[in-house]
C-alpha cells in the first residue's frame, strides 16, 4: 500500500536527548507523556522499514555476503572494516529508543484501553526488530532494560533467552490479533497492512516459522523437531504473495524507497556484486533484469570487493527499480516497497524444513513453488519462468540444502535474511574478498562505543569472527 510519508525525525514520538545511553529519555517518569497508540505506529513502521530492513543494518550485511559492493578503495564496510563506533547509531537511537521504547509505550498504552489490535501488531513488530537485534549481536539487554531511568546498568540476556521472549512475544501477539474485543480499529496509520488483522496474523505465523528454523543447529535444539514447529506455524502463515509483509514509499522528495536514496550517485558508489552477478548470468536468470540495472557499457558487470576503485563507478550494474534502485531520468525505483517478509521467504522456510523432516524428494515441488512465486512477485514473464524451473528443477542430492539456500539467496535479495541463512548453513559459499581488512566475514556486529562507555558487560570483548549462539 502507498503510504503518506513523514519525515523519520518528526516522527519519534517520545523526545529523546541524549544518544549517549539508548535510555537516556527527556520525559519525567513520574509525569509520563501519553501518546495515542494511532501516531506512534506509522513512525515505528518506517523506522523499522526505513533505519533496519534497508537501513544500516541491511546494507552491511548486504555486503558481506556479497550481494552489494561499494566502489572504494580497501578498507571499508565491504571488505570487513567495522568498528563500534559505527553501530552506535543503529543501537543508541535507532533500535532501542525509537523502536523498543516507543513499541514497548504503544502495546502498554494498548492494554491499558483494551485495544488488542494495537497491542497485538505493537508485539509483532517487537518480536522481528528484537530478533534483528540479538542477531546483529548475539546477546542483548531486555528484561533490565526498560525497567528505569535512573542509570541503571542492564545486564544482558542470553540469545536463547531472547529468543524465547521472540517465541512468546509473537504469541500473545496472535492472542491478541485474535480477539473479538480489538477496542479501536487501525486504519491508514498503518502503513503495512492498512489495519488488515487478519494479514497481520498471517505475518506473526510466517516470523515464528522463520524464528523456529532460525535454531535448527543451535545448541540443545533439534532441527527436526524445529522443522516440525515451523512447519506448524507456515500452516497459518503467508499464502500468496499479497500476503507480503511491506512498505511502498510515495517516492516523492524525501519520501523515496531507502535504497534509492543509497544508490543515488554520489551516495558512496553503490553497485552489485560480481559474485551475485555472476550467478545470476551462470544461471541464465530472467532476474536478472529485474534485480539489476545495467551499466553504462549496456552490460550486467558487477564489482569484485576488494580491487582498486573504478574511476568510472557506472559501469556497474546497481540495484534495479523494483527493489528501490536508481536510474538516471527514472524515478520509479523511489516508490519501490521495502520488504520485511515475503511469500517466497515462507516457501523457502517450508521447503527446507521438510528437507529435514521428509527429505530431498518431498522438498523438491515446495522448494520449486519458492522459486516461482519469487517470479511472480518479480512480475518475470510465465515463459521465462517455466523455462527457468525445468533447468533447475532439482535439488543437489549431495548437498540439497546447498541447492535450497543457493536459490533463497537470490529471492531473499537485500534482506538481512540472507546474512541470516549464509552463518546458520554455510550457503552460500563466500569468499573472503580480496585485499581485506579483517582475514574473515564477520559474523556479528561488534557493541557499540557508546553503549560499552555506558554499560560495560562482559560480552562487550566479543570479537566479531565468533559465531552468534544460533550460528554453533
Same mark, same amino acid.
Given at each position: 500500500?502507498?503510504?503518506?510519508?513523514?519525515?523519520?525525525?518528526?516522527?519519534?514520538?517520545?523526545?529523546?536527548?541524549?544518544?549517549?545511553?539508548?535510555?537516556?529519555?527527556?520525559?519525567?517518569?513520574?509525569?509520563?507523556?501519553?501518546?495515542?497508540?494511532?501516531?506512534?505506529?506509522?513512525?515505528?513502521?518506517?523506522?523499522?522499514?526505513?533505519?533496519?530492513?534497508?537501513?544500516?543494518?541491511?546494507?552491511?550485511?548486504?555486503?558481506?555476503?556479497?550481494?552489494?559492493?561499494?566502489?572504494?578503495?580497501?578498507?571499508?564496510?565491504?571488505?570487513?572494516?567495522?568498528?563500534?563506533?559505527?553501530?552506535?547509531?543503529?543501537?543508541?537511537?535507532?533500535?532501542?529508543?525509537?523502536?523498543?521504547?516507543?513499541?514497548?509505550?504503544?502495546?502498554?498504552?494498548?492494554?491499558?484501553?483494551?485495544?488488542?489490535?494495537?497491542?497485538?501488531?505493537?508485539?509483532?513488530?517487537?518480536?522481528?526488530?528484537?530478533?534483528?537485534?540479538?542477531?546483529?549481536?548475539?546477546?542483548?539487554?531486555?528484561?533490565?532494560?526498560?525497567?528505569?531511568?535512573?542509570?541503571?546498568?542492564?545486564?544482558?540476556?542470553?540469545?536463547?533467552?531472547?529468543?524465547?521472549?521472540?517465541?512468546?512475544?509473537?504469541?500473545?501477539?496472535?492472542?491478541?490479533?485474535?480477539?473479538?474485543?480489538?477496542?479501536?480499529?487501525?486504519?491508514?496509520?498503518?502503513?503495512?497492512?492498512?489495519?488488515?488483522?487478519?494479514?497481520?496474523?498471517?505475518?506473526?505465523?510466517?516470523?515464528?516459522?522463520?524464528?523456529?528454523?532460525?535454531?535448527?543447529?543451535?545448541?540443545?535444539?533439534?532441527?527436526?523437531?524445529?522443522?516440525?514447529?515451523?512447519?506448524?506455524?507456515?500452516?497459518?502463515?503467508?499464502?500468496?504473495?499479497?500476503?507480503?509483509?511491506?512498505?511502498?514509499?510515495?517516492?516523492?522528495?524525501?519520501?523515496?524507497?531507502?535504497?534509492?536514496?543509497?544508490?543515488?550517485?554520489?551516495?558512496?558508489?553503490?553497485?552489485?556484486?560480481?559474485?551475485?552477478?555472476?550467478?545470476?548470468?551462470?544461471?541464465? %536468470? !530472467?532476474? =536478472?533484469?529485474?534485480?539489476?540495472?545495467?551499466?553504462? *557499457?549496456?552490460?550486467?558487470? $558487477?564489482?569484485? &570487493? #576488494?580491487? /582498486?576503485?573504478?574511476? %568510472? !563507478?557506472? =559501469?556497474?550494474?546497481?540495484?534495479?527499480?523494483?527493489? *528501490?534502485?536508481?536510474?538516471? $531520468?527514472?524515478? &520509479? #525505483?523511489? /516508490?519501490?516497497?521495502?520488504?520485511?517478509?515475503?511469500?517466497?521467504?515462507?516457501?523457502?522456510?517450508?521447503?527446507?524444513?521438510?528437507?529435514?523432516?521428509?527429505?530431498?524428494? /518431498?522438498?523438491?515441488?515446495?522448494?520449486?513453488?519458492?522459486?516461482?512465486?519469487?517470479?511472480?512477485?518479480?512480475?518475470?514473464?510465465?515463459?521465462?519462468?517455466?523455462?527457468?524451473?525445468?533447468?533447475?528443477?532439482?535439488?543437489?542430492?549431495?548437498?540439497?540444502?546447498?541447492?535450497?539456500?543457493?536459490?533463497?539467496?537470490?529471492?531473499?535479495?537485500?534482506?538481512?535474511?540472507?546474512?541470516?541463512?549464509?552463518?546458520?548453513?554455510?550457503?552460500?559459499?563466500?569468499?573472503?574478498?580480496?585485499?581485506?581488512?579483517?582475514?574473515?566475514?564477520?559474523?556479528?556486529?561488534?557493541?557499540?562505543?557508546?553503549?560499552?562507555?555506558?554499560?560495560?558487560?562482559?560480552?562487550?570483548?566479543?570479537?566479531?569472527?565468533?559465531?552468534?549462539?544460533?550460528?554453533?
Amino acid at each position: 500500500m502507498k503510504i503518506i510519508y513523514y519525515s523519520i525525525a518528526t516522527l519519534l514520538l517520545l523526545s529523546f536527548s541524549s544518544c549517549k545511553k539508548f535510555l537516556d529519555v527527556n520525559q519525567d517518569p513520574n509525569n509520563p507523556t501519553k501518546v495515542q497508540e494511532s501516531l506512534i505506529l506509522s513512525p515505528i513502521e518506517l523506522y523499522t522499514t526505513t533505519q533496519i530492513a534497508a537501513g544500516y543494518p541491511a546494507v552491511t550485511t548486504a555486503y558481506w555476503t556479497q550481494q552489494l559492493a561499494l566502489n572504494q578503495e580497501s578498507p571499508n564496510i565491504d571488505t570487513y572494516r567495522i568498528t563500534p563506533t559505527d553501530v552506535n547509531n543503529t543501537w543508541s537511537f535507532d533500535l532501542y529508543p525509537a523502536i523498543f521504547y516507543n513499541l514497548r509505550t504503544m502495546i502498554s498504552n494498548a492494554d491499558q484501553k483494551g485495544s488488542t489490535a494495537y497491542s497485538g501488531v505493537g508485539k509483532v513488530l517487537l518480536a522481528y526488530n528484537l530478533a534483528v537485534c540479538t542477531d546483529l549481536w548475539g546477546d542483548i539487554p531486555y528484561s533490565q532494560a526498560f525497567q528505569a531511568l535512573n542509570g541503571t546498568k542492564p545486564a544482558y540476556d542470553s540469545q536463547e533467552t531472547i529468543y524465547k521472549v521472540i517465541q512468546s512475544t509473537l504469541d500473545d501477539a496472535i492472542a491478541k490479533l485474535s480477539s473479538t474485543s480489538s477496542g479501536k480499529a487501525i486504519g491508514s496509520d498503518d502503513f503495512i497492512y492498512g489495519g488488515n488483522l487478519a494479514a497481520w496474523k498471517k505475518f506473526a505465523y510466517t516470523l515464528k516459522a522463520r524464528y523456529y528454523l532460525r535454531l535448527s543447529k543451535a545448541a540443545g535444539y533439534n532441527a527436526a523437531a524445529q522443522a516440525d514447529l515451523a512447519l506448524a506455524a507456515l500452516q497459518n502463515g503467508f499464502t500468496s504473495n499479497a500476503d507480503n509483509a511491506s512498505i511502498t514509499y510515495v517516492g516523492t522528495a524525501k519520501a523515496e524507497n531507502p535504497w534509492y536514496q543509497n544508490t543515488l550517485p554520489g551516495a558512496g558508489g553503490v553497485v552489485l556484486s560480481s559474485n551475485l552477478v555472476n550467478i545470476l548470468k551462470a544461471n541464465n %536468470d !530472467p532476474r =536478472l533484469p529485474i534485480l539489476a540495472n545495467q551499466g553504462s *557499457g549496456n552490460d550486467y558487470i $558487477g564489482r569484485t &570487493s #576488494g580491487t /582498486a576503485a573504478a574511476t %568510472d !563507478p557506472t =559501469l556497474y550494474a546497481t540495484v534495479g527499480t523494483f527493489y *528501490g534502485g536508481y536510474i538516471d $531520468g527514472n524515478g &520509479s #525505483g523511489a /516508490a519501490a516497497p521495502v520488504f520485511l517478509a515475503t511469500y517466497a521467504e515462507a516457501l523457502f522456510i517450508k521447503a527446507e524444513a521438510t528437507l529435514y523432516k521428509s527429505g530431498a524428494a /518431498a522438498a523438491t515441488p515446495i522448494y520449486n513453488s519458492a522459486i516461482a512465486a519469487h517470479m511472480d512477485m518479480l512480475k518475470v514473464a510465465a515463459a521465462d519462468k517455466a523455462t527457468y524451473l525445468a533447468a533447475h528443477a532439482t535439488l543437489d542430492p549431495s548437498a540439497p540444502l546447498k541447492t535450497i539456500i543457493s536459490e533463497k539467496y537470490i529471492a531473499d535479495f537485500l534482506s538481512l535474511e540472507v546474512y541470516n541463512d549464509w552463518r546458520r548453513t554455510g550457503y552460500p559459499t563466500l569468499s573472503v574478498v580480496q585485499n581485506a581488512f579483517k582475514p574473515y566475514i564477520p559474523q556479528r556486529f561488534p557493541y557499540p562505543s557508546q553503549e560499552i562507555t555506558s554499560n560495560p558487560q562482559p560480552q562487550q570483548s566479543i570479537a566479531t569472527s565468533t559465531k552468534v549462539w544460533w550460528a554453533n
